[in-house]
């Protein structure tokens, strides 16, 4: 009989409640008892939606990030919150965002939070544990152990999920250099010890993701893992080793020789792994294999599955697991509530309770005979077929307009050089200019307007009347506070990418399909399940009123192609490049549109750009090319006069920065605040030729940086960077963040420029 389980399942709730609880927590309008009331709460509601597998998930809920607790689990905390007041879980808000609900009683004023980057290649934002070679480990499995005991109360049968040692590892920085393998004899003992008092637990099997196999290690790396799993090994718990998000390759006979009973690979990514690991693995050991896509949100192809699954299941009998091919953290929770999806689309769909209903199909599939399931299968099938042969699926205008793609689309009319003097010469910047990333506040009228709007409650001519009044406020704010270059503040958009896809022909939308980004910021990706086409202008109307009520330049602010193409639930029936491709030339029309009438900067943001590269650098080149190309045929068109931005946020390019280059956009604006500008390091040995904005303002905590520390970010800065080619910025959007946390720190911002424009004027 096949064995069902999960991965992981969404944290958030299917209404955000944990969305909710934590910003009411965080502004002390719910005790902490109510916070872990609710935490409590949706773990059963979790483990209640999948009561139907064989095994759930322990230890998947996070109140913000599963690595940050993975640190507070090892004991690696940094010393800044260590010793601080409150409960555990006010420390761990101050790593997750600098601060916490309750540090003003205990005379905190918050600290610097924890650098944030991306999980893999997803758009999951994880908070990075802290290395140095002085770095000491300590166990508390009281969270863990908690939750168990929690599960076991409910009679839920579960195994718990916890993160590899190798992968923590490869996961953190240190911030001295040192060598982080060098730690592992350190940290091995830790989760010897876990292993133990989970095992006095009861706990039998423990899910341990070690998804940096599918990257490419060098040897050493490769040696950690056999000296971790052999010391690792255990009688007292079963260990399911868990791959994902790729291929195995020439990791593949490592993880087949590791002392684990179980092996977990990704489907989607590596079933043509799947025969070589049954040869190599151990007869007596369990292979999971994940057959429902845990990142996208099309059906699952039952008829074409069992094909491949049914040879595989006679074979292994019980040894073969089913799951899905990753946590589903990365899908929405619940697709019955979705009205708003017309029927035939709704068909196509499926999202995370969907998904376990397919894992369950399949099972009894496997299990009992595709006759058990046999109204299942057909209207499946039904799904699948009306899908792939869907007029709306597929334009023919949109393929001719593809064939007329050329290289001289991607090029600017001439170099950043001679495009520089005109810029500067047409805009009159002040050294160090000042600008912001685009969005403003989200204010509670702004969403009260959007939602009467959607429900009827307020009609179009009163919406943007509303919007008009939030943009000249923010424009007001911006002269006030001396910004440079300013921008209209986004306030009709409810995301960077779904505001656009709302105005593509071949995207969908959910009404409910939220995913979380990070801590409390859920993203509610936009469903292309078509040929994409731009009917008319998206932004031109906003910005001429944004331009009308200035003198200084206006920013216009658009997202890239490939940021929209890795921020939506993309159709897998055509290559992602192709899609790309469709997006760039939409894009490009905007641009002409924007140009034409009048602006002078628009920002192209490209925020997914590095987030999009395959986990194996042999693959990069590939995904690199077609990336680079969309963006340029996105923006290339306009004249010298006009000059391009681009941004990218919480990414490590330093690897690709050649590729960054060759968008040859004039301004990038990137995130270093968190790093203190450790990003920057990528210019010590590459001489960046155009201009760049490095991020002085974490945007992604209440924090208010100080103008001192501003000036200190900067002069680094300076020291990679010639200054006539710096601008000033925070890392992000402000949509996030209140007017009572912006306004001081764009005005500490404005001041460092200040300074920074006297010093270069005394040294000159």
């Known amino acids: ?123 999951y934002h994880y908070i990075v544990p802290e290395l140095s070679a002085s770095t000491t480990f300590s166990l508390d499995a009281s969270r863990l152990i908690d939750e168990f005991d929690q599960s076991r109360r409910l009679g839920v049968k579960a195994k718990v999920v916890i993160i590899g040692p190798l992968t923590y590892l490869w996961l953190g920085k ?219 699926v597929h334009n023919p205008d949109v393929k001719s307009a593809l064939s007329c793609i050329n290289p001289e689309m991607e090029r600017r009319r001439s170099p950043y050089s001679e495009r520089a003097l005109k810029q500067h010469k047409q805009l009159s910047l002040p050294l160090y200019p000042t600008t912001t990333i685009g969005s403003f506040p989200q204010t509670e009228e702004i969403r009260q307007a959007r939602s009467h709007f959607r429900l009827g409650k307020l009609d179009e001519a009163g919406y943007n009347t509303a919007m008009r009044e939030q943009i000249a406020r923010t424009v007001r704010e911006q002269e006030i506070l001396g910004l440079d270059v300013l921008v209209h503040g986004e306030a009709e958009r409810n995301d960077m990418v779904e505001y656009f896809g709302e105005q593509f022909e071949g995207y969908a939308f959910s009404q409910f399909g939220w995913v979380q980004s990070y801590g409390s910021r859920c993203v509610k990706p936009p469903i292309m399940f078509g040929d994409i086409h731009r009917p008319k202008a998206m932004t031109v109307e906003w910005m001429q009123y944004a331009q009308s009520l200035t003198q200084k330049p206006m920013k216009a602010m658009l997202t890239g192609p490939v940021t929209i193409l890795n921020w939506s639930f993309v159709r897998d029936d055509q290559p992602r490049a192709l899609s790309c491709q469709q997006l760039a030339l939409a894009i490009r029309a905007e641009v002409y549109d924007l140009e034409h009438a009048g602006v002078r900067v628009i920002q192209i943001d490209e925020a997914a750009l590095r987030e999009g590269l395959p986990l194996r650098k042999s693959q990069w080149s590939e ?42 956009a004039d301004v990038i604006t990137i995130e270093t605040a968190r790093s203190d500008m450790e990003l920057l390091d990528a210019f010590d040995h590459f001489n960046y030729p155009n201009e760049i904005g490095p991020g002085v303002y974490d945007i992604h905590s209440p924090n208010i940086p100080t103008q001192e520390h501003i000036v200190q970010l900067m002069r680094k800065a300076s020291q990679r960077i010639p200054a006539e080619r710096l601008w000033i910025n925070p890392d992000c959007g402000l949509k996030t963040r209140t007017w009572t946390e912006v306004i001081p720190a764009l005005q500490n911002m404005v001041a460092a420029a200040h300074i920074l424009r006297a010093d270069a004027a005394s040294n000159a």
């Not at 719910?30 to 483990?47: D, F, P």
């Not at 255990?234 to 080793?241: A, P, S």
């Not at 045929?633 to 990218?648: K, L």
């Not at 946020?649 to 040859?664: G, H, K, L, Q, V």
């Open 623 to 664: 995904y690199l090319q077609w990336a680079v190309s969309a963006f340029r045929i996105a923006a290339n068109g306009v004249r010298d006069e006009t000059q391009i931005h681009t941004h990218m946020c919480y990414a490590e390019f330093n690897d690709i920065i050649t590729s960054i280059a060759d968008m040859d």
């Open 174 to 392: 240190t911030k001295d250099n040192s060598d982080k393998l060098a730690l592992l004899p350190r940290l091995l003992p830790i989760y010897e010890q876990l292993l133990a008092k989970l095992a006095a637990c009861g706990v039998e099997w423990v899910q341990i993701d070690e998804p940096i196999l599918v990257t490419e290690l060098d040897p050493s790396w490769q040696k950690a893992f056999i000296r971790a799993y052999d010391a690792l090994r255990t009688n007292q718990v079963k260990l399911l080793l868990a791959t994902y998000f790729g291929q195995l390759q020439d990791n593949l006979p490592l993880a087949c020789r590791l002392p684990v009973q179980g092996l977990h690979l990704d489907t989607f990514n590596a079933r043509n792994e799947i025969s070589d690991v049954i040869m190599r693995f151990p007869a007596d050991s369990v292979l999971s294999l994940g057959v429902v896509n845990g990142r996208n949100i099309w059906k699952t192809d039952f008829v074409a599955t069992l094909d491949w699954l049914e040879p595989i299941h006679r074979h292994l009998g019980q040894r073969l697991w089913l799951a899905p091919s990753c946590s589903l953290l990365h899908v929405p929770v619940d697709l019955t509530s979705e009205y708003n999806v017309d029927a035939e689309l709704r068909s196509w769909l499926a999202f995370a309770l969907q998904k376990l209903d397919e894992l369950n199909i399949l099972s009894s599939a496997l299990n009992n005979g595709r006759q058990a399931v046999e109204s299942e299968l057909l209207d499946n099938k039904s799904a699948i077929a009306t899908r792939k042969v869907s007029a709306r």
């Open 1 to 123: 009989m096949a064995i069902t389980h999960n991965l992981g399942f969404p944290r958030i709730g299917a209404k955000r409640e944990l969305k909710f609880a934590l910003e009411s927590y965080w502004k002390a309008q719910l005790s902490l008892e109510e916070l872990k009331a609710t935490g409590s709460q949706l773990r059963q509601q979790n483990w209640a939606n999948q009561a139907k597998l064989d095994w759930s998930p322990v230890g998947d809920f996070a109140f913000y990030d599963h690595v940050l607790d993975m640190s507070f689990t090892l004991g690696n905390l940094p010393e800044r919150v260590r010793y601080l007041g409150g409960d555990l879980l006010d420390n761990y808000f101050r790593m997750a965002r600098g601060r916490s609900a309750t540090d003003r009683a205990h005379g905190c004023c918050g600290v610097q939070a924890g650098e944030m980057t991306k999980w893999f290649d997803t758009n």
